[in-house]
């Protein structure tokens, strides 16, 4: 009688391993193209640029999306287990969300350390690493800087490259293909660099607010001038004392550009734009946040057009 | 006993045979050597001090001459101090005076006033921060809760413990430490200290490199049956757990045991998740299963099927089967059946501002016990809507036998409202009507506050 018991647990236990191990064969990737998983768009953007037809990329966080809350969805893990690769933008951007995917993806090759698991940021110039003590009261802060550092095309340059090794690393008979896409990507960026910064020009010094720190980067590039955000601290929505304190600054300031990022609201952005005459730009900061925004290149096409724009309107 | 107090008097005086050897005017002058020596060394610290704050430009000029002044007020003090207490600890030995004790004993009022203009001071704190590095993420989280209204628990459920929320309780704290192990694997404690005691919530190793796609965890852990089993209390939308958890699945503690699962990934039409969890636990989770002996080991099973209707829409749904074990000895068994429907819709672009979340558990329960078993029933279903990036609203209809008098039916519903002054704190109230079997009606207003300290990793979907 016990033995049966046992026999039947053990059975049933056997049940469902046999019924996981029976797809063990499976091969888990083809062996032709590189499969990379990225975090952002605008990392598989680069790596689109290096791997070029070697490679299969995709994005989890599409680029209209705040890419602080992705909801760990499991279609993910069907896309994370066959990964040969993983990049991450790192500083804890994908905090919320991607730690517990890597976990349950059952691949052991991306996880945190393993050969297919790159942090971009490694590679990045990273500002706004906070100094002295640092604790919530100061919002949402990324204690190792700001994520957002893709929105400078020199970090761009210097992620592609970061990839364009890792890529050579992992299949060494790619590697020149790798470098010489890179060192294409690397010209043409230098070329469109030459004529982002000569369209800016005139611009610089301007001064605009932003919804969130999401531009410091991009800001700095471009010689612009960040005067506060609309979240009084990171993470925390807009109040009404900031919002007046805002509107009183940028009066005082002659602050005309209010930068918003397509996944928070409008709404205060343009009651300050109103209050105060400025214009209030729903800007990308990523690849894919808009139909037409298909590359690294046109994320600064598109959104200097919106500057240049916002900033004539406001002369 | 006379060698007792011979070896506690040798012990005693042997530091000072040394003493005792040297002649007084010996031990005088060596003092006298000490002093000026510790005069010397005070004056290069001092020294050393000027040298260091002209070197370093200060947004105030004053303030370095007043350390300064404060300094060697303090080491003049400290000085004869010092070498009085140091005196006969070193006395003898012939070791150079350490300098360092004395001047931060001297320093310390000093190093508060210079601290904050920016001075480089020595890293006391340089060997524990480096040894922060490894250390996991902690993180605490607080969940407080009250009560006020008619509970009105009939007695029969007071009795197996059901008892009402008391009117003000710190419900629980969970001190959480996680961290990666090794390559190989992970690591994932949740230590609960409710108003009873501490209790091991979970503590777990995950292997995350295994072979074959599969992912394994042994420890301590909440059983992959449903999905309201898995969560933590304060990832749960709403205070209290539905009627169903109560009465069929332990409550609060849930099937949660010591044991080990495997999990894998399993082969799907294209654009279907579907996974497999099979899990063995030694058989003793609250009042649902109880080991006797050894051999009462229960065991659990999942299947889980997910797949994106929409980028915004997604439809999660899952099969859940538990066999162990009950208190009334090894011949009793206790067999659960789940059945478990999540329906979510979150607009891409407004991923902080609005979502749904529709929720359904029905569980069946069959429970081996005299003079005939009973088959018990429950669900629950819920929705929970996000009005804006603070508020979210929601509602749950509850219905729910009971596993050992499966005919004693308890209905309920709530409605809850969810305030977040930020991702780390939540304020929330719910309005519960409970109809119990016995004919009670509870009217009850419970609210709660959830706060989180520290880094607490995120939660799987």
């Known amino acids: ?315 | 006993m006379k060698k007792i107090l011979l070896s506690f008097c040798i012990l005693f005086f042997v530091p000072a045979i040394p003493h005792a050897q040297t002649s007084s005017e010996e031990s005088e002058a060596r003092l006298k050597a000490l002093e000026e020596r510790v005069r010397a060394l005070e004056a290069e610290v001092r020294e050393l001090r000027v040298q260091q704050l002209t070197a370093v430009p200060s947004a105030s000029p004053q303030i370095p001459n007043l350390s300064l002044a404060t300094y060697s007020v303090e080491t003049e003090k400290a000085s004869g101090s010092a070498v009085a207490l140091n005196a006969p600890g070193t006395g003898g030995t012939g070791d150079p005076l350490d300098p360092v004790p004395t001047t931060f004993s001297a320093q310390a009022p000093d190093t508060a006033a210079v601290q904050p203009q920016g001075q480089q001071l020595p890293n006391y704190g340089g060997a524990s921060a480096a040894s922060k590095i490894l250390n996991p993420d902690i993180s605490m989280i607080g969940d407080f809760i009250g009560a006020i209204g008619q509970a009105n628990v009939p007695p029969a459920l007071v009795a197996v413990g059901k008892n009402p929320v008391p009117a003000l309780q710190m419900h629980e704290s969970e001190l959480g430490l996680q961290a990666i192990i090794d390559p190989y694997a992970r690591g994932d404690f949740f230590l609960t200290f409710g108003e009873s005691g501490v209790d091991l919530e979970e503590g777990y190793i995950t292997f995350t490199t295994l072979p074959g796609g599969f992912v394994a965890r042994v420890g301590k852990f909440r059983g992959d049956f449903g999905k309201v089993n898995t969560l933590h209390n304060h990832v749960l939308p709403w205070i209290d757990r539905p009627l169903v958890n109560d009465r069929l699945l332990a409550g609060e503690d849930g099937i949660d045991d010591a044991g080990l699962s495997v999990t894998r990934i399993l082969p799907a039409p294209k654009g279907i998740f579907l996974e497999g969890t099979a899990q063995a636990f030694r058989g003793d989770s609250g009042d649902v299963f109880t080991s006797s002996k050894r051999g009462d080991v229960s065991v659990l099973g999942h299947l889980r099927g997910y797949r994106d209707i929409t980028d915004q829409t997604n439809v999660d749904l899952g099969i859940s089967y538990a066999r162990g074990h009950n208190d009334l000895g090894s011949t009793f068994l206790t067999d659960l059946y789940g059945i478990d429907a999540t329906l979510r819709w979150t607009p891409l672009r407004r991923t902080i501002y609005h979502n749904f979340v529709g929720r359904g558990e029905f569980i069946w329960s069959r429970r081996d016990q005299f003079p005939f078993a009973q088959r018990a029933f429950g669900f629950f279903t819920s929705g929970d809507y996000r009005l804006n990036r603070r508020w979210t609203m929601g509602g749950r209809f509850d219905r729910s036998g009971r596993a050992r008098t499966a005919n004693l039916i308890d209905n309920g519903f709530s409605g809850v409202l969810t305030y977040w002054p930020s991702e780390f704190s939540q304020v929330r109230g719910q309005y519960r009507f409970t109809h119990f079997a016995e004919g009670r009606d509870g009217n009850e207003l419970l609210f709660q506050f959830i706060f989180v300290l520290g880094a607490h990793g995120a939660h799987p979907f």
């Open chain 1, 1 to 315: 009688m016990k033995l049966s018991k046992l026999c039947r647990k053990v059975s049933f236990c056997l049940l469902l391993c046999a019924l996981a191990l029976g797809t063990c064969a499976m091969p888990v990737h083809s062996a032709g193209k590189i499969k990379i998983v990225t975090a952002t768009s605008d990392l598989a953007a680069l790596a689109q640029e290096v791997g070029g037809d070697r490679i299969d990329v995709e994005s989890i966080a599409k680029g209209y999306q705040d890419p602080h809350f992705v909801e760990a969805k499991p279609s993910y893990l069907l896309k994370l287990r066959q990964a040969d690769l993983l990049i991450v933008v790192g500083l804890q951007l994908e905090i919320g969300w991607l730690p517990p995917l890597i976990t349950q993806s059952g691949n052991g090759r991306i996880q945190v350390g393993g050969s297919g698991y790159l942090d971009a940021s490694q590679f990045a110039e990273i500002l706004e690493k906070p100094t002295g003590e640092v604790t919530r009261a100061q919002g949402d802060v990324h204690p190792y800087g700001n994520p957002h550092y893709w929105l400078d095309p020199e970090n761009g340059r210097r992620v592609a490259k970061g990839i364009a090794d890792k890529l050579g690393e992992l299949r060494s008979s790619d590697a020149t293909y790798f470098n010489q896409n890179f060192e294409s990507f690397s010209q043409r960026l230098t070329e469109a660099s030459k004529k982002w910064l000569a369209e800016m020009e005139p611009y610089r010094g301007r001064k605009v607010i932003t919804y969130h720190r999401s531009w410091p980067n991009f800001l700095k590039y471009f010689g612009l001038v960040t005067m506060g955000e609309i979240e009084p601290r990171p993470g925390i929505p807009p109040t009404p004392s900031h919002t007046l304190e805002l509107i009183n600054m940028m009066k005082r300031e002659n602050v005309k550009v209010i930068l918003v990022e397509p996944y928070f609201d409008p709404k205060t952005p343009q009651s300050i734009a109103r209050e105060t005459g400025a214009q209030a730009v729903v800007m990308p900061p990523s690849v894919g946040g808009e139909k037409e925004i298909t590359d690294y290149f046109k994320l600064f096409d598109y959104d200097l057009a919106l500057l240049v724009k916002a900033f004539q309107a406001t002369k």
